[in-house]
């Protein structure tokens, strides 16, 4: 038997039997009252990340803007003064 996971093949090295090995182990750990509340915050946490994830890219793109906006070319003044005529 042998497990396929494309989504999470080569991730870190680990493989689908790790992944399985890791299941197990956690399951022992907390217990399977435990699991859903596990998951629950995970997701949670990874919706979390996500939302400021895109929060950052928009202040980030926000502040380029306005970056752009303030350091763009000023137009030069004429650096060529005339000397005052004494006559």
């Not at 494309?6 to 399977?32: D, H, Q, S």
């Not at 946490?45 to 939302?51: D, G, M, N, R, V």
């Not at 380029?64 to 004494?86: I, V």
Request: proline share 5%; no cysteine; aromatic share 4%.
């Amino acid at each position: 038997m042998t497990l396929d996971l494309p989504l999470l093949a080569g991730f870190m090295g680990i493989g689908g039997t790790e992944l399985i090995v890791i299941l197990v182990i956690v399951l022992l750990l907390f217990g399977g009252a435990k699991l859903p509340a596990l998951a629950r915050g995970l997701g949670q946490s990874i919706k979390e990340f996500k939302k400021a994830q895109v929060m950052n890219e928009d202040d980030d793109d926000e502040d380029g803007n306005d970056r752009k906006k303030k350091t763009g070319s000023p137009k030069l003044a004429s650096t060529s003064k005339k000397a005052p005529s004494d006559n």
